[in-house]
């Protein structure tokens, strides 16, 4: 089964900074990789996904995220963030033909005015 | 478009009694719902996949009897906790797929709490 990780639970930084949320999963087939925000008191909306062809994926609201297969990795950017990007950040994965999706723990990011 | 709601957003219910969550697919047909449930401070965890028509499937380690997945229409899933204990205590949350594609997005619904006393 896969599993996903997300490291630094916690991220707190100020605006105009620049925010990079790693993820990487324990899967050797082929994937389908996601990045899910949970804004304060809403649900989860997509915020980009990667299925195939160019690594790099940009979505919503500025973030990007770029695939690297060999290091197992989904990491999601944003150049400069703002105090609206204040949310918890899932990334999460599907094995290829597979309905079910893995979930990372989240990150939870405060960003300060 | 891709709208999902789940009824009720809260629930509080003494211990023993049964609790229905319903998650519906506004706007678009769902052949596939899933329900998660999210504990404080952790991921999200995969309940069980339910297809419109026939039984859910579950992952392991949840009790079939206790959480009840009924997926009567393309449009409508639901789960009922069971003879609740607080235990079962936690945040709900269904998400709905548009299609049987390998690649498709799963939409999710807002959550719903549930607080056994």
């Known amino acids: 089964a896969q599993s996903v990780s997300q490291h630094n639970h916690h991220v707190i930084l100020s605006e105009a900074a620049s925010l990079e949320l790693g993820c990487n999963y324990s899967?050797?087939?082929?994937?389908?990789l996601f990045w899910y925000v949970q804004y304060p008191g809403q649900h989860l909306q997509l915020l980009l996904k990667y299925f195939s062809g160019d690594p790099l994926v940009k979505g919503i609201k500025g973030f990007e995220a770029e695939f690297i297969k060999s290091k197992f990795s989904f990491n999601l950017r944003k150049p400069s963030v703002q105090w609206s990007d204040t949310a918890e950040y899932f990334c999460a994965v599907n094995a290829y033909g597979n309905n079910r999706l893995a979930f990372g723990k989240g990150n939870q990011v405060v960003v300060i005015p | 478009g891709a709208v999902v709601s789940q009824h009720p957003s809260w629930v509080i219910c003494k211990s023993g009694t049964s609790v229905k969550i319903e998650c519906r697919s506004l706007d678009f047909q769902a052949t596939t719902m899933f329900w998660y449930r999210q504990f404080p401070k952790k991921s999200l965890m995969l309940m069980a996949t339910s297809n419109e028509g026939s039984k859910a499937t579950y992952e392991q380690g949840v009790e079939k009897d206790k959480f009840l997945i009924n997926h009567a229409s393309l449009t409508l899933s639901t789960l009922t906790v069971t003879s609740a204990h607080p235990e079962d205590s936690s945040f709900y949350i269904c998400?709905?797929?548009?299609?049987?594609?390998?690649?498709?997005?799963?939409?999710f619904g807002p959550g719903t709490r549930l607080t056994v006393l």
């Open positions: 998400s709905a797929r548009m299609s049987e594609a390998i690649a498709d997005t799963q939409y």
């Open positions: 899967y050797g087939g082929t994937v389908n």
